[in-house]
């Protein structure tokens, strides 16, 4: 066994990549430019199951684009956690988001899992980005601690710039 069996998910929109990385803890990650323009009522009631497209129902236009982005995330940021992807039914797991952004979810019966095992985090570091994070613990009452790094990529380094020498 490595000492460090890290895992870790990445995702990637138009400027922006996030890379999350763990010491052995399931995880999976989503980031969307919220200026997309995928965030529609026809696709929220097909991607989102019924509780979650209820939580949509009635919110004005502007709240309904960022909560669309919150549960369209936290649905990847999960399903990539679990390694499955989109062989999950995405009704058979719902997310609730409070009015103080708390996150929970919920299964149906046909999915077998454990809320009490998630974490979830949502974050906006730009305006125009979503991005949430799918933790599945193997203690629920460990706690963590979220670093984030932004960097720019040298773009002045590319492979033409270095000279290869090869000797056989």
Request: with cysteine.
């Amino acid at each position: 066994m490595l000492p460090f069996p890290l895992k870790f998910n990445i995702s990637h929109t138009p400027s922006m990549i996030v890379l999350a990385v763990t010491n052995d803890q399931e995880i999976g990650v989503d980031v969307e430019s919220m200026s997309r323009d995928i965030a529609t009522d026809d696709l929220a009631h097909y991607a989102f199951s019924p509780e979650e497209y209820g939580q949509l129902a009635g919110i004005d236009p502007q709240r309904f684009q960022e909560r669309f982005f919150d549960f369209w995330t936290l649905k990847e940021a999960y399903i990539k956690a679990c390694g499955m992807g989109l062989s999950i039914p995405l009704d058979s797991f719902s997310f609730s988001i409070s009015d103080t952004n708390r996150v929970s979810i919920q299964f149906g019966a046909e999915r077998v899992d454990d809320p009490a095992k998630w974490k979830f985090w949502q974050l906006k570091p730009l305006q125009k980005f979503a991005i949430s994070i799918a933790l599945k613990c193997k203690d629920p009452g460990d706690s963590f601690r979220l670093t984030m790094r932004n960097t720019i990529p040298l773009l002045a380094d590319s492979l033409t710039d270095y000279k290869i020498t090869m000797h056989s």
